[in-house]
């Protein structure tokens, strides 16, 4: 299947330079999809565009707006919008180079594969790519996606490029307006010294293959089974663990932790002493 790019431009390292595209890594997912419709008359609903003053108008007459004010817009058109242009709407200039675990994994946003456009562009492109490799860092640069300039962060995949792009620092809530509630009382070191025990139980290296998306299977299932014409079956909700009996749970679980519960595809359990340190940092890869 060949796949279309996002974006085509140029990769450029100091003086080298090649034609390059930049593909999506992922898929959208998922194969139950909703429609909204009218349950009288078991229509699909159509979305009109329309005007509160003179009703529906046609979308190709229409223009974007920018609000500078309440119901006050600066209009644009798409030719103006092009006209904007700087360097990175067409060229990905490597810029710096800096460590992967200086990045937290909060900037890290969507995954991209970069690779060479045409054959041409290969040798270049290869250039580019194993000094990448040699230096052991992610590189960052610049690129405009869907009228906004986006950090790249670039690494080598195989024969490819792997692309990061990075979210901004006023995209990135800060963590005190969500955490700054929690008490600052520490936990029983007694119940930490368990609950590190259930995890060192349950370690095991990372396998994509293992995981799938329970929510969509169940939905399938609803659907299957409305079907046939049958009722749904609701899950019921966990109980909260109550104060007094989180020790008594904690203990529990250890005792039971070392068997895998069905479903779960969990791997054998390791030691942790034995098992690699994972880098908090650490971004999510694609598959």
């Not at 052991?136 to 080598?156: D, M, Q």
Request: hydrophobic share 35%; aromatic share 6%; with cysteine.
């Amino acid at each position: 299947m060949a796949y279309r790019p996002t974006w085509q431009g140029h990769l450029r390292l100091s003086l080298v330079t090649c034609p390059v595209a930049l593909y999506t890594a992922t898929s959208s997912g998922g194969d139950v999809h909703f429609n909204l419709i009218n349950p009288v008359t078991n229509n699909r609903i159509k979305m009109v565009t329309t005007d509160p003053e003179t009703g529906p108008v046609d979308r190709s007459s229409l223009v974007k707006g920018s609000a500078v004010a309440k119901d006050e817009y600066i209009l644009l058109t798409d030719e103006e919008i092009k006209s904007v242009k700087l360097e990175s709407t067409k060229t990905i200039d490597i810029e710096r180079f800096v460590p992967e675990d200086e990045i937290d994994r909060v900037y890290w946003d969507n995954p991209y594969y970069l690779a060479p456009a045409g054959g041409i562009a290969e040798e270049a492109f290869g250039v580019i790519r194993e000094a990448m490799r040699s230096e052991g860092k992610i590189a960052l640069g610049r690129v405009v996606l869907s009228t906004r300039e986006r950090l790249l962060a670039l690494e080598p995949r195989g024969k490819g490029i792997l692309a990061y792009s990075l979210r901004t620092r006023d995209e990135v809530r800060d963590t005190r307006d969500v955490f700054g509630a929690i008490s600052d009382k520490q936990p029983d070191p007694a119940m930490i010294e368990i609950a590190r025990r259930i995890i060192e139980q349950q370690a095991g290296p990372f396998d994509p293959d293992q995981f799938v998306d329970r929510y969509e299977e169940a939905l399938k299932a609803l659907i299957a089974s409305k079907q046939k014409g049958q009722a749904p079956v609701r899950s019921a909700e966990p109980d909260d663990t109550q104060v007094g009996d989180l020790m008594a749970a904690l203990r529990a679980s250890l005792q039971g932790a070392a068997t895998p519960r069905s479903g779960r595809g969990r791997t054998a359990s390791r030691p942790a002493a034995t098992a690699k340190p994972a880098r908090a940092p650490a971004r999510r890869r694609a598959g």
